[in-house]
Structures are given as structure tokens and as C-alpha cells.
T-cell receptor, first 113, second 114 residues
Framework: ETGVTQTPRHLVMGMTNKKSLKCEQH?????MYWYKQSAKKPLELMFV???????ENNSVPSRFSPECPNSSHLFLHLHTLQPEDSALYLC????????????FGSGTRLTVV | DQQVKQNSPSLSVQEGRISILNCDYT??????FLWYKKYPAEGPTFLIS?????DKNEDGRFTVFLNKSAKHLSLHIVPSQPGDSAVYFC?????????????FGKGTLLTVNP
């Protein structure tokens, strides 16, 4: 148990579907992150939330919509995705924005068909 | 433009020998460096880190070396064990307003053969 739980572990969706990824952390951290890992690419930071406020949107297309209702939960709402959005989506948390040592979840393997 | 580079996509080592994973960076504002380890179907886990004011940090079988003038760091694993087989990511953190952000390399797949 890493302390950061992501659901679902695997998701296959059509380009017209709407789905959501969920992340929950049990570590008392106050910053949460969405990362994208595509094949043969570095981990890409998508969104950062600190104290439930979005502090960074790293030029992510609007078909990805994050939501952070409280410091323990983070969602990534997906709609009208493209096949190239297929990737591993990782959630992470940390104690605060300035501290290192992220704790990652196991990720959601997303396939867009 | 990749600011953190891991030029070796894979490395194969015999059990008991030393594994050396390399990482180069281009941004001189990076002040903290980390290594993460990732098994298949799991998220990355923190392994070891080093501040830019140091040139070496050791934790058990793992040692990270930092050469600031060359903008190069390396992770040494001695002795290597089959359970060390995983993807290793190098990451760097900058100072200032974006000091929460980690920039990752593409990773190196380490295989330790029994």
C-alpha cells in the first residue's frame, strides 16, 4: 500500500466517451499532481493542486479536466479523447509544494479506441 | 527540449556486480536531484536524492554522485540484485517559484541477471 490509491487500474474508452480517473491519498499531504507517461517519453507534469487550488496547468488540452474537491482526493475528467492520449496516468502527492519526495499511485493505464 | 536526459534506455548487469545509471541535465537552476524506481504495473517509488551542495549521497547499496560542472549525476548500485531489475527515473527540481515541480528523464530499464 503506497498511500496513494488510483482507480481504475485499467480503462478502455471510445473517443466519444466521458470517464473519470480517481486518486486518493491517505498521507495527509496537501499537494497533488497528475502526470502522464507515454511510451518512450519522460513523465510529463499535467496539473498541480496545492491546498485544493490549481496552481499549474501545463498546457494540457481542455479535454482533460482536473478536479480537487479536498486535499485527499483528485480527479481527472476525460471527454472526447484521442487515441494519442492513450498512456499511463499517474497521480502523486507531497507534503507541500516546496518539498521533494513525491509519493506516486500505481497509475491508470488508459487506452482510447 | 529535454532538460533531464537518460541516454541509455536499458542496461544489463550480472548479479553481484555494480550497476551504474547515468543522467545529464541542462538547466543550471536545478538544485535537487532524485532517483525513482518503477516496477511494471506500479507507480514510481522514491529511491535516493542529492542536493546540489553535495557531490555524493549514500544509502546502503545505493550511491548517487553529482558532478555539477558537467551537469551529470549517476546512480551506483553495489552489489546488484535481481530484485533491482526495474526502470530507474532521474528527476530534478528547480529553485524559486517552480520549486515543487519535478522534471523527469525517460528512464533506464535495468536488468540484473542471476
Amino acid at each position: 500500500e503506497t498511500g496513494v490509491t488510483q482507480t481504475p487500474r485499467h480503462l478502455v474508452m471510445g473517443m466519444t466517451n466521458k470517464k473519470s480517473l480517481k486518486c486518493e491519498q491517505h498521507l495527509g499531504h496537501n499537494a497533488m499532481y497528475w502526470y502522464k507517461q507515454s511510451a518512450k517519453k519522460p513523465l510529463e507534469l499535467m496539473f498541480v493542486y496545492s491546498l485544493e487550488e490549481r496552481v499549474e496547468n501545463n498546457s494540457v488540452p481542455s479535454r482533460f479536466s482536473p478536479e480537487c474537491p479536498n486535499s485527499s482526493h483528485l480527479f481527472l475528467h476525460l471527454h472526447t479523447l484521442q487515441p494519442e492520449d492513450s498512456a499511463l496516468y499517474l497521480c502523486a502527492s507531497s507534503q507541500d509544494r516546496g518539498r521533494v519526495g513525491y509519493t506516486f499511485g500505481s497509475g491508470t493505464r488508459l487506452t482510447v479506441v | 527540449d529535454q532538460q533531464v536526459k537518460q541516454n541509455s534506455p536499458s542496461l544489463s548487469v550480472q548479479e553481484g556486480r555494480i550497476s551504474i545509471l547515468n543522467c545529464d541535465y541542462t538547466n543550471s537552476m536545478f538544485d535537487y536531484f532524485l532517483w525513482y524506481k518503477k516496477y511494471p504495473a506500479e507507480g514510481p517509488t522514491f529511491l535516493i536524492s542529492i542536493s546540489s551542495i553535495k557531490d555524493k549521497n549514500e544509502d546502503g547499496r545505493f550511491t548517487v554522485f553529482l558532478n555539477k560542472s558537467a551537469k551529470h549525476l549517476s546512480l551506483h548500485i553495489v552489489p546488484s540484485q535481481p530484485g533491482d531489475s526495474a526502470v530507474y527515473f532521474c528527476a530534478a527540481k528547480g529553485s524559486g517559484g517552480s520549486n515543487y515541480k519535478l522534471t523527469f528523464g525517460k528512464g533506464t530499464l535495468l536488468t540484473v541477471n542471476p
